[in-house]
C-alpha cells in the first residue's frame, strides 16, 4: 500500500495560480502511474491529469493548456502545477497511485491508493 501526502491547498482569485505536491512513503515510486482527481460538492470525483512512469502526461479537457502535472521520483513526489485558475476549479483535489491499464488511466478505479485530499478555492 502506498502513503500519499498532498501539500496544503489554499484560496486563490481567478486567474491566479497555485502548486500542489503530493509525497509517496514506497520505495518503488518510479513504477507508479500518479493522478490527480478532483471533487466538488454534490459531483463525482473526475480525473484531472496524470503521468506515467515514463514520464507521459493526460490532462482532463476542462484543464489542458492551464494544469502541468509533473513528476520527481528521487523525491517520490508529484506535483500539479495549477495557472490560469476558475472557480470552476473549486474541489477537493486528491493525489492517487497506481498501475492502471491505459483505458482506465483516467478512472478513479484505476488506482489503488488515494491521498487525504486538499482543498482548493478560486474566488471570482
Known amino acids: 500500500q502506498v502513503q500519499l501526502v498532498e501539500s496544503a491547498g489554499g484560496l486563490v482569485q481567478a486567474g491566479g495560480s497555485l502548486r500542489l505536491s503530493c509525497a509517496a512513503s514506497v520505495r518503488t515510486f518510479r513504477t507508479y502511474v500518479m493522478g490527480w482527481f478532483r471533487q466538488a460538492p454534490g459531483k463525482e470525483r473526475e480525473f484531472v491529469a496524470g503521468v506515467t512512469w515514463s514520464g507521459n502526461t493526460y490532462y482532463a479537457d476542462s484543464v489542458k493548456g492551464r494544469f502541468t502535472i509533473s513528476r520527481e521520483d528521487a523525491k517520490n513526489t508529484v506535483y500539479l502545477q495549477m495557472n490560469s485558475l476558475k472557480p470552476e476549479d473549486t474541489a477537493v483535489y486528491y493525489c492517487?497511485?497506481?498501475?492502471?491499464?491505459?483505458?482506465?488511466?483516467?478512472?478513479?478505479?484505476?488506482?489503488?491508493?488515494w491521498g487525504q485530499g486538499t482543498q482548493v478555492t478560486v474566488s471570482s
Open positions: 492517487a497511485a497506481g498501475a492502471p491499464a491505459p483505458t482506465r488511466a483516467t478512472m478513479t478505479g484505476g488506482y489503488n491508493d
